[in-house]
């Protein structure tokens, strides 16, 4: 019933201006999905959610990002990424705060991990939280920051005296200033900026302690798991657009899809993605029906594999359109540019090969038991 109403939603509401958002947010389709209480569906009711899982969530986004790719990516954000932090660790203060006026669709909250010189070695982080007698205060820098402009505040990784843990900042305290603002390929402002003597206040402290690294890596797993379905679903909206071209599109007195070296194309491409789905909804399942965290070693391979998965089939759907794809304003040129960040979001494909080989020399192969 979720899907079937989201999918209709989304085809009804948000297909006619679908591409046409390029980077903006797109306000208006986030109202609509808060009026039917599509927004914050994993979240605990009592901070406006829906009490479901992260698997219904992936779910729904693939409905919504088959028609619209950056509604979906605000979904994917906002129900896996920082908002997601505040509902597995944030204080009943902080939960108050922060998530009702998510579900409402009025506001956004940031990750923030980057800097300068900390990208996957996290551990270099510069920013730091110090204790000042009663106060604790922050001080540093985060960079390729998405959405800042319209996030109200940020979750933020930094380094606490005994070590690693994550903040909530407000981005309009004092001591915040916006260093520069970068667009990327696909047209998404990323901003990086600067935090001086930052007062945090202790209900906004999320991740603390011996195990805070652990923690983190919670939400960072599932993170990881949203972005290989982000990019399984990008990649289904490039193959629908394909497989439509090819059947309208006739040269030689048939449809180009009937020629057999578009038909070995089309197979190869839908066999690439059901294979990258499975990946992604065996990890998020598994981990719902057994009470836990994404597997570190399903979550590497599932991330790792529908990245690469994603730009093949997008660029080979760009190849059977041809030039008609190429051109600017196209919906596969769009999802071309778009998909391309994705294989270094959340850890680059190098980290996930890493990750996947660490857990595999730890626990040793998978067992059919599993």
């Known amino acids: 019933m979720l899907l079937e109403t989201a999918s209709e939603l989304a085809e009804n509401e948000f297909a006619e201006k679908a591409y046409e958002w390029?980077?903006?947010?797109?306000?208006?389709?986030?109202?609509?999905?808060?009026?039917?209480?599509?927004?914050?569906?994993?979240?605990?009711?009592?901070?406006?959610?829906?009490?479901?899982?992260?698997?219904?969530?992936?779910?729904?986004?693939?409905?919504?990002?088959?028609?619209?790719?950056?509604?979906?990516?605000?979904?994917?954000?906002?129900?896996?990424?920082?908002?997601?932090?505040?509902?597995?660790?944030?204080?009943h203060e902080a939960k108050e705060t922060y998530l009702p006026p998510l579900t409402e669709g009025e506001d956004f909250i940031a990750i923030c991990i980057s800097e300068p010189e900390a990208g996957s070695d996290v551990h270099s982080m510069n920013t730091?939280?110090?204790?000042?007698g009663d106060d604790l205060v922050l001080n540093g820098e985060k960079t390729w920051v998405s959405r800042f402009k319209d996030a109200s505040a940020g979750v933020t990784w930094v380094k606490f005296p005994e070590g690693l843990g994550t903040v909530i900042v407000d981005f309009d305290d004092p001591g915040v200033e916006v260093s520069n603002h970068y667009t990327n390929m696909a047209d998404h402002e990323q901003t990086h900026y600067y935090m001086e003597d930052v007062v945090i206040p202790p209900e906004n402290v999320l991740t603390r302690g011996e195990d805070a690294f652990k923690e983190q890596l919670k939400a960072l797993n599932w993170e990881r798991l949203a972005v290989a379905s982000i990019s399984n679903t990008w990649a289904l909206a490039a193959l629908e657009y394909a497989l439509e071209y090819a059947q309208d599109r006739e040269q030689f007195g048939q449809s180009i899809a009937e020629f057999q070296g578009l038909e070995w194309k089309l197979s190869e491409m839908v066999t690439h993605l059901e294979a990258s789905r499975a990946l992604t909804y065996r990890a998020a399942e598994d981990a719902v029906a057994q009470g836990r965290v994404p597997?570190?070693?399903?979550?590497?391979?599932?991330?790792?594999?529908?990245?690469?998965?994603?730009?093949?089939?997008?660029?080979?759907?760009?190849?059977?359109?041809?030039?008609?794809?190429?051109?600017?304003g196209h919906p596969l040129e769009y999802l071309y540019r778009l998909q391309r960040g994705w294989r270094f979001a959340g850890g680059t494909d190098e980290i996930q090969k890493n990750t996947i080989a660490r857990w595999l020399k730890r626990g040793g192969a998978p067992s059919l038991l599993n």
């Open 128 to 132: 730091t939280v110090e204790e000042r």
């Open 22 to 91: 390029q980077g903006e947010t797109p306000w208006e389709n986030l109202e609509t999905l808060a009026e039917h209480g599509f927004l914050g569906i994993n979240y605990d009711e009592e901070y406006g959610g829906a009490g479901m899982s992260e698997f219904e969530a992936m779910l729904l986004n693939e409905a919504i990002g088959r028609v619209c790719p950056d509604t979906a990516s605000f979904l994917n954000s906002m129900h896996m990424v920082a908002p997601r932090a505040i509902d597995m660790f944030g204080t």
């Open 295 to 328: 597997d570190p070693l399903q979550t590497g391979a599932a991330n790792l594999f529908s990245g690469q998965t994603a730009e093949t089939v997008i660029s080979e759907a760009l190849q059977i359109c041809g030039a008609n794809g190429y051109q600017q």
